[in-house]
């Protein structure tokens, strides 16, 4: 990761010594096990910022039933998650990619490649996002491990003065983005197994929280029933029979049948909702 760190603090959390050292003198074993250790503190830092989450969430969910947007923010690791978790809600869910937008510092050659220096300007978040005619409606959530991230901080600043709702996702306490943030999200996993690497037990927390955050907001916009994903795309074979099954299971029709039927109406939803006219 590249977040930066002010030498005139104290080491953050994320930056601080790792509990382990010389790691290269452990097995394959070892290091596998101390791994996992360590991964295990990462469900109950996310446990302790569930209050944050829930507070964030019931805010995003009353914007987005009226048109709202959320759109994430992050540099490396953090950007690529944000991303990530936004790349995947349309055909998960059947939502326009409109809907949740994940933005990288260095843009979409980021995803692959480190680009150098892109997230040390605070004003190109706040740029970018003018692209997308942002308004009072909708919700920035910035996404930074160390918490001091300039293109994160200065996208939620700009956002927060512009009426916007702001979120933020980091693992350090007290963070400077948490400051700026109305909504903050604290997930203290403490020091890396590897001294700084935030790919790691940081990494995980906040794709944890992503998870969370979005799939509680389809599920109260009505993109989920009972327990299955009625609006998803049907890009292969496997989702067109996991939509027959789901067909088959709420009208007693044949599997021949609800295929039919799901590739008539392209969704389980809809076909369900045809059959039953």
Known sequence: MTDTINKNKKVSVTESPSRFDNLEDMSVEELLTSI??????????VQRALPQIKELVERIVSRMEKGGRVFYLGAGTSGRLGVLDASELPPTFGVPDSMVIGLIAGGDVALRKAVEAAEDDPNK???????YDINQMDTI???????TTPYVIGGIKHGRKNGLLTGCITCN???EVASVTEFPIEAIVGPEF???STRLKAGTAQKMILNMITTTI???LGRVKGNKMVNMQLTNKKLVARGARMIMEETKLTYAEAKRLLLLHGSVKKAIDAYRK
Do not use: C, Q, R, Y
């Open 194 to 196: 590897v001294t700084g």
């Open 173 to 175: 306490p007290n963070s």
């Open 141 to 147: 959530i910035g996404i930074a491990a160390s918490g």
């Open 125 to 131: 978040a706040w740029s970018e996002l003018m692209a």
């Open 218 to 220: 389809m599920i109260k």
């Open 36 to 45: 996992n250790k360590e991964d295990a503190n990462v469900h109950i830092a």
